[in-house]
């Protein structure tokens, strides 16, 4: 079974950093789109940032500059960097992988709170 493994989520000041880590063991990784979800209360699931196989990253506008995408394919780890953190980042965090035929998980979700 497939699981997608968050961590790295907390509580932090506005203008402060984190560091997220999603790990994939069982995932064939080098063969997924990885990306970065986020779901604030009361509003809908939307795309932070992804990256590609070949490495090409994609952000939405409310992150670019601030936020940066990696992954690890030896390690089977995509990591999510967050700086200049903003009280509307505060969100449940998930992590994505997906590939053509169907093939598409989630994790379970990690809190980031930013908040004085």
């Known amino acids: 079974q497939v699981q997608l493994l968050e961590s790295g989520g907390g509580k932090v000041q506005p203008g402060g950093c984190l560091r997220l880590s999603c790990a994939a063991p069982r995932l064939m990784f080098d063969l997924y789109t990885m990306g970065w979800y986020r779901q604030a209360v009361g509003k809908q699931r939307e795309l932070v940032a992804s990256?590609?196989?070949?490495?090409?990253?994609n952000y939405a506008d409310s992150v670019e500059g601030r936020f940066s995408i990696s992954r690890d394919n030896a390690k089977r780890t995509v990591f999510l960097g967050m700086n200049s953190l903003r009280p509307e980042d505060t969100a449940v965090y998930y992590c994505?992988?997906?590939?053509?035929?169907?093939?598409?998980?989630w994790g379970q979700g990690t809190q980031v709170t930013v908040s004085s």
């Open positions: 994505n992988a997906i590939r053509l035929g169907g093939f598409n998980y």
């Open positions: 990256i590609t196989r070949d490495g090409t990253t």
